[in-house]
C-alpha cells in the first residue's frame, strides 16, 4: 500500500473537481395568489444560504435486551417534514419598498395576517423551493426539492446603534412536507 502523498489520491490523479460552497441557487415558488412577475427572481438573487443538512434526519436506535447482553436496531425517522431556514439580504428598490421582506412577510400573512386575522386553507399557501448545486461550468450535481413548504416564522429586524452601520438581512424559517433529494449515484 502506497503512503498518503498526494499523488496517491484517486482524486488527484484523476483531476477531481472540489464542490463549492457558494455555487448554488434557490429557486422559490410562491403560492399563486401572492406571485408576482418580479418575486421569484428577488427571492433568488437575495437568498444568501440554505442548510441541507435536515435532509439527513438523525436516526434513533431502539435496544433489545436478552440476559446479559443487548442488541442495537436503527429506527426510521417519526417525522417526514423537514425545517429548514433561508437567509436573505434586504434592500429598498427606488420606489422604497423593500421587496424581498414584502415577498415574504406577504406569504406569512397567507397562513396567519396579525393586522386582519385572515386566515387561507393550506392549498392556498403551499409553495415549492428548490436548491440546485452546480458545478462551475453550471452543471447541476444535486437538487433538492422541498414540497408543499411555507413560511413559518421571519427574523431579522432587531435594530441597533452597536457596530456602526450593519446591513440589515432577515432570515425566514420554513417547514416542507416532504423533500426529493436529486444527485448523481456511483451505482
Keep these: 500500500m502506497a503512503l498518503p502523498h498526494f499523488r ?3 482524486s488527484t490523479n484523476t483531476k477531481w473537481e472540489p464542490v463549492y460552497k457558494n455555487l448554488f441557487e434557490l429557486t422559490i415558488d410562491l403560492p399563486a395568489i401572492i406571485r408576482t412577475p418580479n418575486s421569484q427572481r428577488v427571492l433568488l438573487e437575495n437568498a444568501t444560504n440554505i442548510d441541507l443538512n435536515v435532509t439527513n434526519k438523525q436516526l434513533g436506535v431502539s435496544t433489545q435486551r436478552f440476559k446479559y447482553s443487548t442488541r442495537a436496531f436503527l429506527q426510521t425517522p417519526s417525522e417526514t417534514d423537514v425545517e429548514f431556514e433561508i437567509n436573505f439580504n434586504i434592500n429598498q428598490n427606488d420606489k422604497k ?3 424581498t421582506w414584502q415577498h415574504l412577510k ?3 400573512d ?3 395576517n396579525s393586522q386582519t386575522g385572515e386566515l387561507h386553507y393550506k392549498a392556498d399557501y403551499i409553495g415549492q423551493i428548490t436548491a440546485q448545486i452546480h458545478d462551475r461550468t ?3 450535481i444535486r437538487r433538492v ?3 408543499d413548504a411555507y413560511v413559518t416564522g421571519i427574523t431579522g429586524f432587531n435594530l441597533t446603534w ?3 452601520a450593519i446591513i440589515q438581512s432577515v432570515q425566514a424559517k420554513f417547514v416542507a412536507d416532504y423533500f ?3 444527485y448523481f449515484d456511483i451505482n
Design 145 to 147: 426539492d422541498f414540497i
Design 180 to 182: 426529493n433529494d436529486t
Design 8 to 10: 496517491n489520491l484517486i
Design 106 to 108: 406577504n406569504w406569512y
Design 97 to 99: 419598498v423593500i421587496e
Design 138 to 140: 453550471g452543471e447541476v
Design 110 to 112: 397567507l397562513i396567519w
Design 162 to 164: 452597536e457596530n456602526g
